[in-house]
């Protein structure tokens, strides 16, 4: 993986990330994301750390240094994380929930890691405004990568908005951009466990987890896809309560079939973080 990282802000400050350390460490490390929230996940990092795992938490846009928003958002800020969790850990795992999957994907096939956790996927490059400026979600080397951009004559039919018919159409308006904004996760060389709910009304998790199977199975390689037709967006995984906040929107599911999608989800979330203990 190139070494750019000079070219960003590379330290988190302690608002900006939480380490979780395990009292009987298996020697993987998970760098911890989320989505649009922005927050700093806080609870799950402690699940995972009751599981053995060493876990960072980070913001990735809205802290101190960072981007204000997801716009842009160096890939280098990751990697620098990943590199530092490699330091002390034998594996190491990224683990990010919608935008923050789409981050792991991303990063994930510019280097060796052991394995991504993908909740809620997309299998192709967004793009993301800020002040006005539409760009890329992510940048390397200071380059935007190539984004697929929003289907500018949809209109939202319900309140909240559900977003997932303007994801589904602008693929569709716009097939050659979404083509090259596809995140090449034919060349993660570690495992892919992809978790998707059926009823996910932010975008088409289930459709793009697909998609990202297909894609690894052309190229020889072996993924893991988790789903429940009931279950949306949000994942809970055991142990845990319905999340608030975040941008005012529909995301399906129901905290009985998103606790459900958990469940299932839950032994493949603990075989990657300790493959020896299967």
Excluded: N
């Excluded at 992809?194 to 199975?217: H, K, M, N, Y």
Aim: some cysteine; proline content about 8%.
């Amino acid at each position: 993986m190139p070494d750019r990282t000079s070219r960003v802000q590379r330290v988190l400050t302690a608002a900006d990330r939480f380490d979780a350390h395990p009292a009987g460490p298996s020697g993987t490390g998970v760098l911890l994301l989320a989505g649009s929230s922005g927050r700093v996940e806080i609870g799950r990092a402690q699940l995972l750390a009751a599981e053995g795992a060493r876990v960072r938490a980070m913001r990735w846009f809205g802290g101190e240094g960072q981007r204000p928003a997801p716009h842009e958002v160096p890939l280098e800020l990751f990697v620098e994380q990943i590199a530092r969790l490699r330091g002390s850990c034998d594996r190491v795992v990224v683990f990010g929930t919608s935008f923050g999957a789409e981050a792991a994907l991303t990063v994930a096939s510019l280097g060796p890691v052991d394995a991504v956790i993908a909740v809620a996927p997309t299998s192709v490059v967004w793009a993301g405004a800020h002040d006005g400026s539409w760009s890329s979600h992510w940048t390397l080397a200071g380059d935007p990568l190539p984004y697929t951009p929003f289907d500018h004559e949809w209109t939202p039919d319900a309140d909240p908005p559900a977003f997932h018919s303007l994801y589904s159409s602008s693929m569709r308006r716009f097939p050659e951009r979404a083509a090259a904004a596809r995140i090449p996760v034919e060349k993660i060389t570690g495992d892919v466990l992809l978790i998707a709910g059926g009823d996910d009304q932010v975008w088409p998790s289930t459709c793009f987890a697909q998609q990202i199977t297909a894609a690894r199975e052309k190229a020889g390689l072996g993924s893991t896809l988790v789903s429940h037709p009931d279950a949306g967006h949000r994942l809970l995984l055991p142990g845990e309560q319905p999340a608030t906040g975040g941008m005012r929107m529909a995301r399906g599911g129901t905290p009985k079939a998103d606790a459900e999608l958990g469940e299932r989800a839950w032994p493949e979330i603990l075989r990657i973080l300790d493959p020896h203990s299967a």
